[in-house]
């Protein structure tokens, strides 16, 4: 049985005389990167609080019906199908895994919608379904954007060589094309690349064999189910890089507790400690509400969603579709993410939100940004000598 949250805050009773604008969101609230999904759903309800405590959209509520995809293909169309067809949304948000976010795709093609969409990096997706289409938004960057930011950041290292591990699904596997051509281009050797199923208990032979192509860097891209096996296994077999680099999309709940965790580098949209206003205001109300430290950008990007979807169709003046497609078209948002949100083209999409990533290193439980220098909080620590 799907599991169904409705998240509707109260408006002002004369905004609710009207029916809602309703949006439908696809998150991965349990699976492998469930963690992510439930920061998203948090953002969402601050979100949504703020955008109904000024009256809604339209002077109506805004409403948001949450459906978990569970990191499956079929469960997500599945969900879409009953988000178009029994709840009659207006807009479809949220996303977040590449191999979730194909199977929707394909859906809408057949049955048209707007999509404002956080997830997806598998740059396959753009190419081959979503070319220059007029009715999605993509706020995450794609794999090769990813990828030039993480070998920006290795260069800046001064590390030479890289052993890459990769989960073998479409967010793994659809980034090693880009990781061999952005590694020529920055002048760093791959001397290692392999998959590995998420969800695999013992990493060790990868491990192992990683261990003997010497590299300075181990980048590891993982969902948030592998990583604590990752960095503790690596203990285990002596594996000690001069960096260890991770790209879950979320790291696991408890992390910053683990001691074979601590130094371990990590790429992200934003990090809590980020100092633009909005940010901090943003931090201050997650952990008011919440009473936890925000420790995953899919919080704020899903609170960056809801905002610049109800602010287009306030915009717009009207939730029709085209009218909505060329405001959110024109936004310009400033909000926790901390930089500046407009639409441009990428590749081959009409509508890209976010091209970057930032670094950050684990020290002591929290996550110090380190890269790019102009807003880091501190120095990266390298080489680091894990478990010597």
Known sequence: MALVALLAVLAPAAAQRAGPVRLGAIIPLSGPE????????KGYQLALEEVNGRGGVLGRPLELI???DKGDPPTGAAVFQKLVTRDRIDILIGGLQSAVTIAV???VLRQPILMAWTGAAFSGIERDLVKDADWFFHYHPWDYHNTDSLFRFIKSTGAKTVAVAHEDGPFGAGSIDAIRAFARNYGVEVTFIDAFKSGTPDLTPLLTKAKGANADVFV???FAQDVVP????ARQVGFAPKLMIGTPPS???GYERLAA????AGLALWTPENRHPASQRFVSRWREKFREEPTSYWGPLAYTNVVTVADAVNRAGTADRAAVTRALAATDYEGPIGRRLTFKRSLVGRYQGFTSLIAFQWRDGKQVTV???EIAGGRLQYPVGYGR
Do not use: C, H, L, Y
């Open 230 to 233: 990752i960095v503790t296994q």
């Open 371 to 373: 890269w790019p220098e």
């Open 261 to 264: 965790g601590n130094n371990v």
């Open 105 to 107: 795709v394909s859906q």
């Open 251 to 253: 790291w696991p709940i």
């Open 34 to 41: 469930g963690v992510s999904g439930q920061a998203m759903q």
């Open 66 to 68: 949450v459906e978990d």
């Open 220 to 222: 590891f891209i993982s």
